[in-house]
């Protein structure tokens, strides 16, 4: 465990289907992140999150919605999504203050189908 | 952020030091030197950071050169566990001003470790 937990860890939905992501952390940090790694290609970030408030949107489609409600958790709400968007969406959290590293959750594996 | 050129690949024997090379050849002078590795399927894991001073923490050491354009990460004893995409990322000390701040990783495609038996 790395301190950042996301769930599930595996998610297959429909085109047609809406779910959440679930991102949490509890270790004080004051900066969340969205990653998506897909196949062969290097991690890209989606969303930054400091102090809760949405600081960065790196042109993602809307069919992506994030969510900070707290300091401690992150939702990623997805909807009609694409089987392009198969992928592992990771979260990470930091504290950047003192310029420490990320720590990323696992990742939740999705594909759409 | 400056940006960083890693060879794709790399072999290593198990028990050996694994030497990772990273050039950072635009670096500037409040961007650092960060190092972080991938296990298959798992997210990134922190190693290793440093600005101008090499580093040494209980899973690697830093070796930066004195002109900051070039980094090796060294894993002094390898073991089979260590086999990873390993990313040398070079980013800017986060802007504390405000009273917000956070810092951005930009990931390339990173070196493939390989320790065999």
């Known amino acids: 465990e790395t301190g950042v937990t996301q769930t599930p860890r595996h998610l297959v939905m429909g085109m047609t289907n809406k779910k959440s992501l679930k991102c949490e952390q509890h270790?004080?940090?004051?900066?969340m992140y969205w990653y998506k790694q897909s196949a062969k290609k290097p991690l890209e970030l989606m969303f930054v999150?400091?102090?809760?408030?949405?600081?960065e949107n790196n042109s993602v489609p809307s069919r992506f919605s994030p969510e900070c409600p707290n300091s401690s958790h992150l939702f990623l709400h997805l909807h009609t999504l694409q089987p392009e968007d198969s992928a592992l969406y990771l979260c990470?959290?930091?504290?950047?203050?003192?310029?420490?590293?990320?720590?990323f959750g696992s990742g939740t594996r999705l594909t759409v189908v | 952020d400056a940006k960083t050129t890693q060879p794709p690949s790399m072999d290593c024997a198990e028990g050996r030091a694994a030497n990772l090379p990273c050039n950072h050849s635009?670096?500037?002078?409040?961007?650092?030197v960060y190092w972080y590795r991938q296990i298959h399927s798992q997210g990134p894991q922190y190693i290793i950071h440093?600005?101008?001073n090499n580093e040494t923490n209980e899973m690697a050491s830093l070796i930066i050169t004195e002109d900051r354009k070039s980094s090796t990460l060294i894993l002094p004893h390898a073991t089979l566990r260590d086999t990873a995409v390993y990313y040398c990322?070079?980013?800017?000390?986060?802007?504390?001003?405000?009273?917000?701040?956070?810092?951005?990783?930009?990931f390339g495609q990173g070196t493939i470790l390989t320790v065999h038996p």
């Open positions: 990470a959290s930091s504290q950047d203050r003192v310029g420490n590293g990320y720590t």
């Open positions: 270790l004080g940090h004051n900066a």
């Open positions: 999150y400091s102090l809760e408030e949405r600081v």
């Open positions: 635009t670096i500037s002078g409040n961007e650092y």
């Open positions: 440093g600005l101008k």
């Open positions: 990322i070079v980013r800017d000390r986060p802007n504390n001003a405000g009273g917000t701040s956070y810092g951005k990783l930009t």
